[in-house]
């Protein structure tokens, strides 16, 4: 499996590839290889700064003799007119990532600026808010990274570092109790240390996953009302996550119920990228 670092890598491959290709003819056609610059980003929205180091990799992966001066860090609230970083180096080599980089940062500040939206609306409360795998695909590290930058949590990353039994496995499976302990049986026999979270419908459905012993309930589609029930029904016998078309303004009267997590899509599915722009000083 591979690290961040190497996901990483490979996207900023991938992006090179796509974006410039065999190479920027405008850019190569119009500016002399020897001429030099310098460029800063300027932020032109308020929200939460996201994807500093990243554009660190992206500068330092396609030309590494760029310099970049850093102003702002990731996480911090910014206002229209804020730098938060320069580069120097060849001219050449900032128009050729200008659009990357860009892209990168204002979808993950995007992101950042949601997520701190939703988690403030659960200040004081035990609750935080987390992601899912609506993400970009091929950027769902970065899209991850954006929602911790901003104050939320990562469920999990892919399929693979944990095992989320919904609706469709229990259907197939036969119910709650076999899909547990088939699950169980697995993580034995592969040597494999992962959490077990059931997705439920009804309070039956909640009986079943107490008595077949899994880490996480996820309530799906559960009114606030009925999680109140839900919560006192499991009383603390594992942690609570609620599910399914919760919005910033409802998502409140969730994490008053007393649940620990409260996923939503909406952090990462459908962001609106934070203004800004990558311009010559």
Do not use: W
């Not at 490979?10 to 190479?23: N, P, R």
């Not at 839900?230 to 919005?247: C, F, K, L, P, Y």
């Amino acid at each position: 499996m591979k690290s961040k670092d190497e996901l990483i890598d490979d996207l900023l491959t991938l992006a090179f590839a796509e974006d410039v290709g065999d190479g920027d003819h405008t850019t190569l056609s119009t500016i002399p290889a020897e001429e030099r610059g310098k460029q800063r980003l300027i932020v032109k929205e308020e929200g939460i700064l996201a994807g500093v180091e990243v554009a660190r990799r992206v500068f330092a992966k396609f030309d590494p003799d760029l310099k970049m001066e850093v102003f702002i860090n990731d996480g911090t609230h910014v206002r229209p007119g804020d730098i938060a970083f320069t580069v120097e180096g060849r001219v050449q080599s900032l128009l050729q990532t200008e659009r990357i980089m860009l892209n990168i940062m204002q979808r993950m500040s995007g992101i950042a600026t949601v997520t701190n939206r939703y988690q403030q609306e659960l200040e004081g409360l035990k609750a935080k808010v987390i992601d899912t795998r609506k993400t970009m695909p091929g950027m769902r590290i970065l899209d991850k990274e954006a929602v911790a930058i901003g104050g939320g949590g990562n469920h999990r990353i892919g399929l693979f570092d944990m095992i989320l039994i919904k609706d469709n496995h229990v259907d197939f499976a036969g119910g709650i109790p076999q899909a547990v302990a088939a699950a169980k049986e697995y993580c034995s026999r592969t040597c494999r240390d992962l959490k077990i979270e059931v997705e439920v419908r009804n309070t039956d459905e909640i009986s079943q996953a107490l008595a077949a012993g899994v880490d996480r309930i996820m309530l799906d589609n559960f009114t606030p009302e009925r999680t109140v029930d839900a919560v006192r029904q499991i009383n603390g016998a594992t942690e609570i996550e609620s599910s399914g078309g919760i919005t910033l303004s409802t998502i409140r009267k969730y994490g008053e119920c007393g649940v620990d997590y409260i996923s939503v899509g909406a952090l990462t599915h459908s962001v609106k990228g934070l203004d800004m722009s990558f311009k010559a000083c």
